[in-house]
């Protein structure tokens, strides 16, 4: 089937507009995705408030499992009703969920509330794509969305330490509140300065549809988390919601078959580079976005190095990313070619996780800061392509389900590429019970008692875990071979020249 289109001129015109309207999709975006990362250092103080270790993780499993279901539904619900208010209903729902948060009595009521604000961060990440895909002709878009992977690189960056500090200062309510007044200036900006295209079409939303995509894609993450919930991945209740998410999926693309206006349109499958980069972004999810707290535990584990100063080793990282994205984005604006660069991504990302897997404890710390700048690298050439790639090839009308569905994968690679490490690290880890003198049980040191020890127990322990990483390493190394396979298999595409909006 022929996929090309001949999509309009820019949603906008001016182009210091469109650059006024790209800051405050900006600025939501990195509302959005920060929220997810600063949460992470407030959260011991959090369970000191409530209590309820056990639920610990899922202050942050809830956010990443309302956020991936509601991808897809909110790209659709963009192509049915218009970019500018879906945009808008997506930041209110985030906000609203942020002022619940941080108004939070218990732990259960911080979860649900982490949910709503999942709800509205999944539409915002999914329409700042779609509106740019509106804003942008297809070589300039590769060089803003350059642009928005800096600010997914820096919301990642700076919100483990801000969640901290804020936490520290003011509370840890700070740190949802402070959505607030962002939330309302975002608001505003897009009520003024983003214009609303009328769809060509009548909307016609797929309720059926939406729900089991939404049911199958929570099953599957839920199931990422069941051997924390159940103890096993296998357990037969871990079995059971992978059985229903099977079913789910099988009835959705029964419907999506029969009704006019699919979540997802059928037909996006018949294009090879709609298949392949859903391919791609479940594996690179899976290597870049699921590796990163893994990282920072190998280094504290095995160097001995404290958690701030471990935490200056991503700093290698966000200077590879930068490095890369802004590279690969520049010379795909130029040449119109983005194969090259997934390939290259790929290529480099395997390449240093089969490295990481052969270095031991006493690695000298400029060779593992070396290794962490090219995965950077790998990073940041590849994680752009996929959103390119789709919205170049689907019918202008399903950009957004396109759009949507492409980052949905991206994430539940990482879902269930946290699910998979931890699993290997807690077998490993859990069969070295190994009497360690002064040291403890070995899986419940912390890098404080770690320091504390002396230096030949200290030497031990890092020498367990190391063996522990290894066989983690070389699964994202498999991994990532995986995706470059389905990067090879991508047709050369060229996007067109600027001026040139037809495909």
Request: aromatic share 8%; charged share 10%; glycine share 12%.
């Amino acid at each position: 089937m022929d996929m090309n289109y001949s999509a309009p001129p820019p949603l906008v015109s001016s182009h210091g507009l469109r650059l006024a309207v790209f800051l405050f999709l900006m600025m939501a975006l990195f509302m959005a995705t920060l929220d997810n990362q600063i949460v992470s250092t407030a959260l011991p103080t959090i369970v000191g408030d409530f209590g309820e270790l056990e639920r610990f993780g899922w202050v942050g499993s809830a956010y990443l499992l309302a956020t991936s279901a509601v991808m897809p539904v909110y790209g659709k619900l963009g192509d049915l009703f218009g970019r500018k208010y879906v945009m808008m209903a997506a930041v209110l729902i985030f906000v609203l969920g942020s002022v619940l948060c941080g108004l939070a009595w218990s732990m259960d009521s911080l979860i649900a509330a982490r949910v709503v604000q999942g709800l509205g961060g999944g539409g915002i990440m999914v329409s700042i794509f779609s509106i740019n895909a509106e804003l942008f002709e297809p070589r300039e878009r590769a060089r803003y969305q350059s642009y928005s992977s800096l600010v997914l690189m820096a919301s990642g960056t700076v919100g483990p330490t801000l969640g901290g500090t804020m936490s520290d200062l003011f509370g840890w309510r700070s740190i949802f509140l402070i959505n607030l007044p962002i939330g309302i200036i975002v608001l505003t900006g897009l009520v003024l300065l983003l214009p609303y295209r009328r769809p060509a079409r009548r909307p016609k939303i797929d309720y059926g549809g939406a729900v089991l995509l939404a049911a199958a894609v929570a099953s599957v993450v839920l199931w990422a988390d069941s051997a924390q919930i159940f103890g096993s991945l296998l357990a037969w209740q871990s079995l059971a919601i992978i059985g229903l998410g099977a079913l789910c999926a099988f009835l959705w693309v029964k419907v999506e078959a029969r009704v006019s206006e699919p979540i997802i349109p059928l037909k996006l499958f018949r294009d090879s580079t709609f298949s392949l980069f859903l391919v791609i972004s479940l594996m690179t999810g899976g290597v870049a976005i699921g590796m990163v707290n893994y990282f920072a535990f190998f280094l504290q584990t095995t160097t001995g190095l404290t958690p701030t100063t471990a935490g200056l080793f991503f700093i290698a990282t966000t200077g590879g990313i930068a490095l890369g994205s802004l590279t690969a984005g520049r010379l795909i604006s130029m040449t119109g070619r983005y194969k090259p660069f997934v390939v290259i991504g790929l290529t480099l990302n395997m390449t240093v996780l089969a490295i990481f897997s052969q270095i031991g404890a006493g690695t000298p710390l400029i060779i593992v800061a070396l290794l962490m700048l090219l995965q950077g690298l790998a990073i940041g050439f590849g994680q752009q392509a996929p959103i390119i790639g789709v919205q170049n090839s689907a019918p202008r009308a399903d950009v957004g389900a396109a759009t949507g569905a492409v980052t949905l994968t991206r994430m539940g690679g990482a879902a269930i590429a946290i699910s998979i490490y931890g699993a290997i690290i807690g077998s490993q880890v859990g069969h070295a019970a190994i009497d360690l003198p002064g040291a403890g049980r070995l899986a419940e040191m912390t890098p404080k008692m770690m320091a504390e020890l002396p230096e030949s127990t200290r030497h031990a322990i890092a020498e367990i875990y190391s063996a522990a990483f290894t066989p983690l390493f070389l699964t994202g190394a498999c991994i990532a071979a995986i995706g470059l396979v389905a990067a090879l298999a991508l047709k050369p595409v060229r996007l067109p020249p600027a001026g040139d909006r037809g495909h």
